[in-house]
């Protein structure tokens, strides 16, 4: 079983639409959680932290559920921009060392 | 400030040769982390390195791969005799700190292709 699994997609959604991907993880130790996005080819970039109490920054909304090991990315009124690979990433240490990458959701917003 | 700058972009060896990656870390960074992407998978950590120190090479494997980063100059992957399996990106990552709740920010990568 994968550390991190991820649906690999591809999601492929009108513009405006909302868009959710999942991710599980296996270590019940795990104490950091982020969610990047990879552009194709491109380095992954920190999207944004992923906090127990769920956390919004505009558009994107992540959740957390320790109990059933389970984080969530809700992307409302999607753009052209959004376009990418979401990489759901964890951290038993806590720390940038270390990071736990899941394989990806590949997202294509459609004009 | 620039960015964490990784050189080449794209290398191309023949089996058996070296592959020497460079990695310069944002300014201000002593924490380095490298990470290897294989087609079609998430990126998995290799080593983690502060000046002059390996603090957790767990990633790396045992035979072939080696990492160092000098009191001065970039960090640098070497790989030697190189394997088709070896074809890979390679991303460099730094950071200021090593602490919890620390943004590892990453390069662009080095395109690695073994023929």
Redesign the interface.
């Known amino acids: 079983r994968k550390e991190?699994e991820q649906d690999p997609g591809p999601f492929n959604v009108p513009e405006g639409a909302t868009v959710a991907f999942n991710c599980t993880y296996s270590n019940s130790a795990s104490?950091?959680f982020f969610w990047y996005r990879q552009d194709c080819?491109?380095?992954?970039?920190?999207l944004m932290?992923v906090y127990s109490s769920g956390n919004e920054d505009g558009r994107f909304t992540a959740q957390l559920n320790r109990a059933s090991q389970y984080i969530s990315l809700l992307i409302r009124d999607s753009k052209l921009s959004d376009s990418a690979t979401y990489?759901c990433v964890v951290s038993i240490?806590?720390?940038?060392?270390?990071?736990?990458?899941?394989?990806?959701t590949q997202l294509t917003v459609l004009p | 400030n620039a960015g964490?700058m990784q050189n080449p972009r794209h290398l191309v060896r023949r089996r058996g040769q070296e592959a020497r990656l460079r990695c310069s870390p944002m300014k201000g960074h002593s924490?380095v982390?490298w990470?290897r992407q294989l087609p079609?998978?998430?990126?998995?950590?290799m080593v983690?390195l502060q000046k002059e120190n390996i603090?957790?090479e767990?990633?790396m494997p045992k035979e072939r791969f080696s990492a160092e980063f000098p009191k001065e100059g970039p960090s640098i992957l070497r790989i030697q005799q190189v394997v088709r399996g070896d074809s890979a990106?390679y991303?460099c990552?730094s950071?200021p700190f090593?602490?919890?709740?620390?943004?590892?920010f990453?390069?662009?990568?080095t395109?690695l292709t073994v023929v």
């Open positions: 991190v104490q950091s080819r491109k380095e992954p970039k920190l932290s990489l240490s806590g720390s940038a060392r270390q990071l736990t990458f899941g394989s990806g | 964490v924490h982390y990470y079609e998978e998430g990126l998995k950590f983690y603090i957790d767990s990633g990106a991303f990552a950071s090593g602490g919890p709740d620390t943004e590892a990453f390069g662009q990568g395109r």
